[in-house]
Nanobody, 115 residues
Framework: QVQLVESGGGLVQPGGSLRLSCAAS????????MGWYRQVLGKERELVATTTADGSTNYKDSVKGRFTISRDNAKNTVYLQMNSLKPEDTAVYYCNAHLNGMRYWGKGTLVTVSL
């Protein structure tokens, strides 16, 4: 069974950094786009950053220059390096990946940016 497992969330002060990781496991024979989304209670889930199999990236405007998405295809893992974090970045961050022609979601990891 294919699954995505996120790690790296937590509490950080404004201006701080966190690195999220998402590892895909199970019977995987193809991986295309991978990415990160986030959701605040009461609001819709929104795209944060994505990366395609050929390494192209796309970012939400408000995180450009602060967040960096990367992937290690050998480890079936995608990362999100988040720098200069702001209180408005507080959310549950979800990993998303197109695996074996299907779309999968992780269970989410909470990122809280606060003093």
């Amino acid at each position: 069974q294919v699954q995505l497992v996120e790690s790296g969330g937590g509490l950080v002060q404004p201006g701080g950094s966190l690195r999220l990781s998402c590892a895909a496991s199970g019977s995987i024979f193809s991986i295309n786009a991978m990415g990160w989304y986030r959701q605040v209670l009461g609001k819709e889930r929104e795209l944060v950053a994505t990366t395609t199999a050929d390494g192209s990236t796309n970012y939400k405007d408000s995180v450009k220059g602060r967040f960096t998405i990367s992937r290690d295809n050998a480890k079936n893992t995608v990362y999100l390096q988040m720098n200069s974090l702001k209180p408005e970045d507080t959310a549950v961050y979800y990993c998303n990946a197109h695996l074996n022609g299907m779309r999968y979601w992780g269970k989410g990891t909470l990122v809280t940016v606060s003093l």
